[in-house]
Structures are given as structure tokens and as C-alpha cells.
């Protein structure tokens, strides 16, 4: 396996704040403190950033879904599966409580 200095980047979660470089061929790798891994925020500060992103996620699936939830023409029931499905398996993913600040 190579690994290319110029695209990789490092993230520690530490209690202890560690300011050691690591290098690969001479090149100081870049520290970062978040990113997106399959649509989910991985930050060194747990998951507080990955659950904002989910509560915006979810107010604006909201949103975009109000012309369905003041239309009288469509069914409760139905408006009652399409939270479920769209809206909710948004925010309801697992989410570690250790993360949790």
C-alpha cells in the first residue's frame, strides 16, 4: 500500500492534546479535527458536531416536506410513514453516549 503525503491527513481523539508531527517521506502530515465519512461528521471532539448535522439534516427534510403535511387531500396514516422513513432515519441513527460531551 502507498500512501500519498499530499492527500493524507491525521485526527487524534485524546484527552491529552498531542502536538507530535508524523511524517511520510519528509512531509508533515496535516492535522485536521473533523471530517465526512459516508455522510457522518467524525470529529475529535466526539459526536457533537455529527448530531448538529443531524438536527439541520432533519429541519430541513422537514421543510422541504410541508407542502405534503398541509395538503388535506393526503392521508394521516401516509403522512405518518413518510416521517418515519424520511425524516426520523435521519436523526435516529446510532450515535455512541460515550461521544456524547
Known amino acids: 500500500m502507498e500512501i500519498g503525503a499530499e492527500k493524507t491527513k491525521i485526527m487524534t481523539r485524546s484527552k491529552e492534546s498531542s502536538k507530535k508531527e508524523i511524517k511520510v517521506d519528509g512531509q508533515i502530515l496535516e492535522r485536521i479535527t473533523k471530517f465526512k465519512y459516508v455522510g457522518s461528521i467524525i470529529?475529535?471532539?466526539?459526536?457533537?458536531?455529527?448530531?448538529?448535522?443531524?438536527?439541520?439534516?432533519?429541519?430541513?427534510?422537514?421543510?422541504?416536506?410541508?407542502?405534503?403535511?398541509?395538503?388535506?387531500?393526503?392521508?394521516?396514516?401516509?403522512?405518518?410513514?413518510?416521517?418515519?422513513?424520511?425524516?426520523?432515519?435521519?436523526?435516529?441513527?446510532?450515535?455512541?453516549p460515550s461521544d456524547i460531551p
Not at 58 to 83: D, H, Q
Open 43 to 96: 470529529s475529535d471532539e466526539g459526536s457533537q458536531h455529527e448530531i448538529l448535522s443531524r438536527i439541520t439534516q432533519t429541519t430541513g427534510a422537514l421543510t422541504k416536506l410541508k407542502p405534503i403535511w398541509n395538503n388535506k387531500n393526503i392521508a394521516i396514516s401516509f403522512k405518518i410513514r413518510l416521517l418515519r422513513s424520511l425524516v426520523m432515519s435521519i436523526f435516529s441513527m446510532p450515535v455512541s
